[in-house]
């Protein structure tokens, strides 16, 4: 197998004697050179098992006659940068993270990468490397937690966070009980957020091996699906198949299909255009409506369902999926096995991996229809919608799926707050009411990183009086477990002059999910026309909005280059 730095090495003798330095031999120096590079740490507990699947993929690349080096730019957590101004870094991560692999993939000129994480702007930001770089490249996730006490998740944390904040509403042997069980185990958050919709993303764009995405993280399948991806990697090397020849347009579609059955995450809005951008598609934000009202919803998973992630794999995981949906996707994609995703499940099928794991589904009394419907049970087409109207003229997105039907249609009074912590607070001091629409703005890329708003989302579920009965729009995100009527994205931002910046208290605001509309119809207690409605919105916006404060660095670049939410709020 040719190694592609062998012209390189001919040039100045240290590249040798630095390998050699760091242990190799020279023999080793001579073999195909493979990038492992992961977000291990101790950030949280997505990232801090990934060393042992990365020590697992170097043993495939060595058997495959290959050398692996093993790199490290760890990853932060959402979830500890929650409810304080941790959050408005998180978003921007996501670039700071592909560009660190970017440096360590154009440093030498390596052969191919494996890259592996777990969680919500990692996964991401690996994919968007990989696209850049563009050589043989195989994505390893790192798999499910461990399911919490009686099929729960970490995201009791909402309930708990809400009742520490009220008087004797909370004892402290339930939150000593939270904290002890609320994530049992390493791996991605069992629920289908962000974190785990961008793994099943990965493995439906080809990038991942078959049937990987959310593997149980404590399970030894996970270790073989990292020894075979080093194998993978090796194969890839040796056929010369690029990202680029996985990674298409084709592929992106496929992506999108899988993403509306599963009722994934509304981040993958952000991240699949901004990871397609790297490649120079464009991916537009109506081809996600297009495509949600043609798929059936067909994963019972939570938060747009009943069932963890874990449940989710033993039920066939993302190929099942496929193989239910076959007839609307391109089978003639190929994937990271060097084979086309017809014969991958193919492949799967005669490896009986659909009745492997079965019977751990028994173990919670659970059948497979229980989990992943079959097409002609599934209740609804699609998961995720466009909104667009006088407030988003360029669109917003709606979680439709874990949206109450009589939710989905709503008017109701603005309340207006200029940051998520003055909406939460007003939420906690019973401050909103039922019926209110609660508007928080200058949250989008370029007001302040577009930070998510599960902390507000969760307190109005867990408040008997709100859930089901107030609704959320923002310009900022929202978490992949966001429940309720939560509309995000809102395009354009305040922060950039959108129509969200000048609406003010009392304003009716209206929401039709069916007919994918967000609108400002009343003003002043009257109702007005979209005509009037234009015309109020224009004469307000000479005001201007809120200067934003200062800032420094990394974040500052950020926020003044971000893109719009609908173009995947990367760095222009």
Known sequence: MTQKSAKERLWWAQFNALEMGSGWDDT????????????????HPGS??????????????????GFPAHYHTTDVCDGCAQGHDGMNIVLASREAIADMVEVHASAVP??????????????????????????PTVFMPGGSMRPGPNQTTSLVAGDISLRQKRKDAISPQEIRDYYLTGCPSVGACTFLGTASTMQCMAEALGLALPGSALAPATMTDILRYARQAGRAVMNLVER???????????????????????????????HLPSIARELGYELPIELFDEINHQVPHLGNVTPSGQHLTESFWFAGGIPYVQLLLKDMLDLDVMTVTGKTLGENLEDLQKDNFFG???????????????????????????????????????????????????QRVFTGPARVFNEEEEAYQAVVDKKIHPGDVIVIRYEGPRGCGMPEMLMT?????????LNGHVALITDGRFSGATRGAAIGHISPEA??????????????????????????VGVAGRSVTPEEADAILKERSKKGVIPRPARKGFYKRYTE??????QGAGLD
């Not at 702007?121 to 850049?132: D, E, G, V």
């Not at 002609?376 to 360029?394: D, F, R, T, V, W």
């Not at 280059?561 to 609908?566: H, K, N, P």
């Open 28 to 43: 080793d120096i001579q073999k195909p050179q493979i990038l492992i590079e992961d977000v291990y740490g101790d950030s």
């Open 48 to 65: 801090v098992h990934l060393h042992q699947l990365a020590a697992q993929a170097g043993f495939g690349v060595y058997e495959k006659g």
């Open 110 to 135: 390596w052969d191919g990468m494996i890259l592996s994480s777990s969680c919500d702007k990692s996964i991401p930001a690996h994919l968007k490397a990989a696209a850049r770089m563009d050589i």
């Open 240 to 270: 010369g198949i690029k990202v680029s020849d996985i990674m298409t347009p084709a592929a992106f579609r496929n992506a999108i299909i899988v993403h509306s059955a599963i009722g994934g995450s509304t981040n993958a809005t952000l």
């Open 356 to 406: 492997r794991n079965i019977g751990y589904l028994n173990n919670y009394h659970l059948d497979r229809d229980d989990v992943i419907f079959p097409v002609e049970k599934a209740s609804e087409k699609g998961s995720i919608a466009i909104l667009k109207g006088n407030i988003a003229p360029e669109g917003s997105v709606v979680k439709y799926s874990a949206v109450a039907r009589s």
């Open 457 to 465: 989302t969760e307190a109005i579920v867990c408040d008997e009086t």
């Open 495 to 520: 922060a950039a002059g959108g129509p969200i910046a000048f609406i003010e208290e009392g304003d009716m605001i209206c929401y039709d999910i069916e007919n994918r509309s967000l609108n400002l």
């Open 561 to 566: 280059r971000a893109l719009s939410a609908m």
